[in-house]
Nanobody, 121 residues
Framework: QVQLEESGGGLVQTGGSLRLSCAAS????????MNWYHQAPGKQRELVAA???????NYSDSAKGRFTISRDNAKNTVYLQMNSLKPEDTAVYYC???????????????WGQGTQVTVSS
């Protein structure tokens, strides 16, 4: 069994900052890409930021220049530093990771439970 546990969400004013964390635990052999998505009410889940196991990053247009994704492979943890937050960033943020649970297997996607981020104007 693999679990992804997110933390760090909350309520912040426009222009403020939050740091999200997501720790993977369980029977983990290897972790590939780790990603952050968000989903606003009535909208589809969207990719916000991604990072490969080698540290290559990619961002949505709305996140570029404001958000930074990073990971600590020793701790099986991915972070999302969010600065200059705007009301339109309000959403549930989900962690996603591709994890191999046995040596002969493939990387399969796992999801966290989500953490609410609310930015007040």
């Amino acid at each position: 069994q693999v679990q992804l546990e997110e933390s760090g969400g909350g309520l912040v004013q426009t222009g403020g900052s939050l740091r999200l964390s997501c720790a993977a635990s369980g029977s983990i052999v290897s972790i590939g890409a780790m990603n952050w998505y968000h989903q606003a009410p009535g909208k589809q889940r969207e990719l916000v930021a991604a990072i490969t196991s080698d540290g290559i990053t990619n961002y949505s247009d709305s996140a570029k220049g404001r958000f930074t994704i990073s990971r600590d492979n020793a701790k099986n943890t991915v972070y999302l530093q969010m600065n200059s937050l705007k009301p339109e960033d309000t959403a549930v943020y989900y962690c996603n990771a591709y994890i191999k649970i046995w040596y002969g297997g493939a990387y399969n996607p796992y999801w966290g439970q989500g953490t609410q981020v609310t930015v007040s104007s």
